[in-house]
């Protein structure tokens, strides 16, 4: 049995078809989909005319093949790249799940298929040094735009229900600060793709962008993922902010959430079951009496998991939440709790308002706890603006 | 028979399995995939419980349903659409040629299949008065900065080997340039991914992003195609300029890819076959004795197809080439041939130097021939800097 792996994608910003796993393993920017296969080890890359010079010089690969040559003939493609595995003396192929149906399904008629979620994910989990290095950068660059941000907030006044900034002939928009925010990371080089500046009711549904004027007294989430326009790498970090003291329950709703996310953080290291901080988290809050409810019609309290692995992709292994999977020395993972309240909410603790309140920092595993990857304060003191 | 039309993908930029279709069918921005399936012309879209609250306000669908709980339980979730299907009675399952294998699959236990390869693309190659709207406003946007970046350059002065300006402390490099008209497109709200300002032998690979010090008397490619940070929708230009007279050869170049591209563009109508165009082109291009190949270790001149379909992808139907389609009214296409000579080589015509020539405008097709919607100017003369 000789076994080979196929992958099909496009590697650059905004491509239909994007592989972070043939980013990754071949260090090569590429718009229009590329085949890469490894066979014991060796990666090729089956490039068009069109890409086949540049893949040669720039594509971290063994060799790189030319494939047939006129666009929209893709099942040519395709059987050339059949033709080379029996070549090769290929007996079983693995893919992954997310691969094309009409390449897999074609692989499947000539070799033994192994489909795979994603055939590099568990790899990519575990960050090399120059990773690290890429996600601190954006991280970094996320700190300076959101305190940029608040800074914004904290020098504006409150006038009735609306912020008014001397900058601005009109009173601050969700807009504004998101502008603020992602003009500055964009000047660093980074793109901040739907950053979330949600205030109010908008702060209790955790991917609605946000829209409109910005209120005193309530929740603002800023939830900003920027991507690193020449390497790709992401960063990830929430905070909540206030201008003017919230009520008293949206406190308790914040330092709920703050000591969930701190406790959480402290479970996790090298061999920790990552089902455990999930469920970590959703004690604390529970125990703080903030009701959880997923069902049809009655969607509040705690409704995403924990946490995510940052990289090449935005939502990468491990999954931080019921996937069982066990946190590993260099993974980089989001530690995210949040509370979510569309309705006014009757509970034991009283009347919940509507609103949502996230915290969000990034840690790498080490072998005895983690690091955690995010600087920026998150203190009810110093959120309320 | 019941025939359901079954998608998967996310809608945001950036994300791995981006679906223009569920975003053209649903017109919802969602970064992590979503189900989405037709029945007799009604549209039902499952998301998970942090979307469905936002789906049900935005999509524009007739049903948002719940589906499971827990991330990285997706085999639960494709079990529920199976279960959905069979309880609507249905018997047969169109699916794009890209979904996912593993979905794909289970489908095909359960239902008849037919792999298509976009299921929309069709519909979306011929645009609507609004999609056109999107599509003109990012070709302004293209043409406010590349005139910005060709300011930069005209300003210059010719040092050498190298271009200076005055707001520079050292030579002007494709990085400058690209800033510049990078710069200016997000500050209208649009997003330039992997503009290539590529000069001299960078321009001889149409891929090439291009950097290092911009050179006098060469060929600058300025390949533009941002896209809307908030619909999404693409534009694409190209230009090829010189910072002082290029020699007679690769003036030659110029003139020939201009007649081929200026020629192409008056056969394209309703009707018309998209070969006979690209055909034009490849005819234009010999008859002017610039040589063509195609054979591994021989790829020169030109090299890729005539052009492609601009929408919510960067490269969409149809596809301008040698693929068969037939131009719709409403479509809207580039017409991009191109030059590229990675050696030197010894022709009839004489010694073509290295470097490449690429001349690109978007036109979108009418009845009786097709309304070029790029207003940059595009002869020799004002090329020359």
Request: charged share 25%; glycine share 8%.
């Amino acid at each position: 049995m000789k076994q080979a792996l196929v992958l099909y994608g496009a590697t650059d910003l905004g491509a239909s078809e994007f592989s972070a796993d043939i980013l990754w393993a071949t260090e090569f920017k590429v718009p229009d989909p590329v085949l890469f296969v490894q066979i014991e080890g060796r990666k090729v890359l089956f490039a068009s005319p069109l890409e086949v010079e540049r893949a040669r010089k720039e594509a971290n690969v063994d060799e790189v093949l030319l494939y047939s040559v006129i666009r929209g003939e893709q099942e040519k493609q395709e059987h050339q790249l059949v033709s080379y595995l029996k070549m090769e003396g290929v007996t079983h192929v693995t893919i992954p799940e997310s691969l094309r149906y009409s390449l897999a399904s074609l692989l499947s008629n000539h070799f033994e298929i192994s489909a795979v979620r994603s055939p590099f994910g568990k790899e990519r989990s575990v960050k090399r040094e120059d990773e690290l290095q890429e996600i601190e950068g954006a991280q970094r660059a996320v700190e300076r735009a959101v305190a940029k941000g608040i800074q914004l907030v904290r020098e504006s006044e409150i006038r009735g229900d609306e912020l008014w900034h001397a900058s601005y002939d009109h009173p601050l928009t969700s807009n504004d600060l998101r502008s603020c925010i992602d003009g500055d990371l964009y000047i660093k080089g980074y793109l901040g793709i739907d950053s979330i500046v949600a205030c109010g009711a908008q702060a209790a549904d955790p991917h609605c962008r946000g829209e409109g004027l910005l209120r005193p007294y309530q929740p603002i989430v800023l939830d900003i993922f920027p991507r690193s326009l020449t390497s790709l790498y992401f960063a990830d970090q929430t905070r909540t902010v206030f201008k003017g003291e919230p009520s008293a329950m949206v406190k308790k709703m914040y330092m709920a959430v703050l000591d969930a996310q701190e406790q959480a953080c402290m479970l996790i290291r090298d061999g920790a079951p990552t089902n455990d901080v999930m469920q970590c988290a959703v004690n604390i809050l529970e125990k703080n009496s903030f009701p959880t409810s997923l069902t049809e019609g009655a969607v509040y309290g705690f409704i995403h998991g924990l946490g995510h692995g940052v990289g090449l992709e935005i939502h990468e292994a491990p999954s931080v939440g019921r996937s069982g999977e066990i946190f590993q020395e260099g993974m980089v993972v989001t530690v995210e709790p949040g509370l979510y309240y569309g309705k006014e909410i009757v509970a034991e603790i009283g009347t919940i308002p509507i609103g949502g309140i996230r915290i969000e920092d990034m840690v790498v595993v080490t072998k005895d706890g983690c690091r955690n990857l995010t600087q920026f304060p998150k203190s009810f003191e110093e959120m309320v603006l």
